[in-house]
C-alpha cells in the first residue's frame, strides 16, 4: 500500500528533552573550559547582603525584611516600654545598629483583638454614623477621642530612625512587596509607621501593594490596629483599595470581627463603598454574616463554654449592626447565588442572626423573607435543615414575619417537599400547612371585602 512504511524506512527518532539539551550543553561547556591553578584566582571583596530578604506570607510570623540598618545617632530606641495598663501587649526594642531583631508575636488576625479594645463597647446611634473623632493631619499630633495619642519623642525618633537608613530601604518594595510602611504597620508600631507613612505619602506611595495585593491599610486592619488604621486614612490613603480577593477593609474588618477597626473606617461616611463586592460577590455584610455563623457553629461544637468564642462571636454581630446602622443594604445579593444576609444565616441555622435581622422595622419585611435566591427562599432553606436542634423555631420565625409556604422554587417544590422523612418533618409540615391554610383564608376574606 503506498501509505504503509517502506522496510527501508529509517525510523524516527523523538527529539532530546529539555534536561537532556541542557546537561549535554553543561558538559560541552565543562569540557572546553580548562581549570584555573588556585594562585590566579583573583581576591574578590565580599558583597554586602542583600538589602531585602523578604516577608512572611503571613504577617503573623513576620520579622522586619531588612537585614542592615545604617547606624544613627543613638544605639537604642525603645518603643512601647512594658505597661500593665494592658494599651501595649508587648516590648519593642528597636535597634539603630546593624541588625533589627524584634519580632512581635501577633495572635491569628481572625481570632483575638488587641487588649485596649477588648473591653471596649462599640455603640452605634444613627444610621448616619455620625463620628465623634477627630482627625489629624500627616504633620500633627492629636489626641484621638478613640484611643491614644501620638507619643511626640518617640515620633521624632523613629523619623530619625528612618533619615538615617539607606533611602531604598525605606521607600523600596522587598521581594514579597512589602515596604517597610507594611512591616511596621503589621507589627504594631505605630510611631515608626506614622514616620514611615510620611515619607511614603510624600512620594505618592503610600498604597503601594505587597504580593497578596495588601495595602498598608489592609495589613492594618488585618492585624487589628485601629490606631493605626486612623493615622493611614489621615494621610490619605485609598479606604476602598482591595486585596488580590477583592477584600476592602471593611470586608476584612467584618470578616475577621473587629469593631474597633471597623468604626475607624466608618467614620469616613460617605468615602466608604458599604456594597462593594469581593471577587465572590459578596458584600461586607455578606462576610460579616457568614464569618458570624462559623464562630456560632464552632461555638455550639464547644458545648458553648467557650469563653473566647463567645466574645468573638459578639465582636461579629456588634460588626454586622454597625454595617447595617451605616446604611449596608439588606435587601443586597450575593452575586453566584443570590443569597441576602437572611438566606446566610438560615442556611447556616444561625438562629441568634435569623432573629436579629428579622427585628428590623423593614416597610417591606414580607418582600425581604421571601426573596429568593436561585429560585429558593429563606423557608425553603430552613425546610431543608435537617437534624438542625434550631430547624422548628427559624421556621417559625419566618412564617411569623411573612413567610410563604405556597411559594414554589425552580424544582416545583414548596418547603413542605424539602422537609425530611418521619415523624418530625410530619410535624413541621403540618406546621406549615397550618399556616398555609391561614393564608388562603386571609385572602378569601378580603377578596369578599372588596
Known sequence: MPWEKSQKEKPCYTLPTVKKLLEQKRKRETSRTSP?????????????????????????????????????????????????????????????????????????????????????????????????????????????????????????EARMLLRGMDYSRTTGQDEDGDTILHIYTAKGLRECAFAAAERLSDLGRLDAKEHKGKTALLVAVTANQPEIVQDLLSFGTDINACDVKGQTALHLAANYGFPGVLQVILSNGPAVNLEARNFEGMTPLHCAAISHSATMKALSASGQGDVSLQAKAAEKLSCLQMLLSAGASLLSQEIKSNKTVLHLAVKEGNIDLVRDLLRIPLPNMKD???????????????????????????????????????????????????????????????????????????????????
Open 36 to 156: 584555573v591553578p588556585p594562585t590566579t584566582v583573583p581576591q574578590v571583596s565580599t558583597p554586602e547582603p542583600s538589602i531585602c530578604t523578604g516577608a512572611s506570607s503571613s504577617y503573623s510570623d513576620m520579622a522586619v525584611g531588612y537585614e542592615q540598618w545604617p547606624p544613627a545617632t543613638e544605639s537604642t530606641l525603645n518603643y512601647y516600654p512594658s505597661s500593665q495598663d494592658g494599651s501595649y501587649a508587648a516590648n519593642y526594642s528597636l535597634p539603630v545598629g546593624p541588625v533589627y531583631s524584634t519580632q512581635q508575636q501577633m495572635q491569628g488576625f481572625g481570632d483575638t483583638m488587641s487588649q485596649a479594645y477588648q473591653d471596649c463597647p462599640v455603640t452605634v446611634s444613627s444610621p448616619g454614623l455620625t463620628s465623634s473623632w477627630s482627625f489629624m493631619g500627616p504633620s500633627q499630633n492629636a489626641q484621638l477621642s478613640f484611643g491614644s495619642q501620638l507619643d511626640a519623642t518617640k515620633l521624632e
Open 368 to 450: 425581604f423573607v421571601n426573596m429568593k435566591a436561585h429560585g429558593h427562599t429563606a423557608l425553603h432553606m430552613a425546610a431543608g435543615l435537617h437534624g438542625s436542634f434550631h430547624q422548628e423555631d427559624i421556621l417559625r420565625l419566618l412564617l411569623s414575619r411573612g413567610a410563604d409556604p405556597s411559594i414554589r422554587n425552580l424544582e416545583n417544590d414548596q418547603p413542605a417537599h424539602l422537609l425530611q422523612s418521619g415523624h418530625r418533618g410530619d410535624q413541621l409540615k403540618l406546621i406549615l400547612k397550618k399556616r398555609s391554610a391561614s393564608t388562603r383564608r386571609r385572602v378569601v376574606s378580603l377578596q369578599d371585602q372588596e
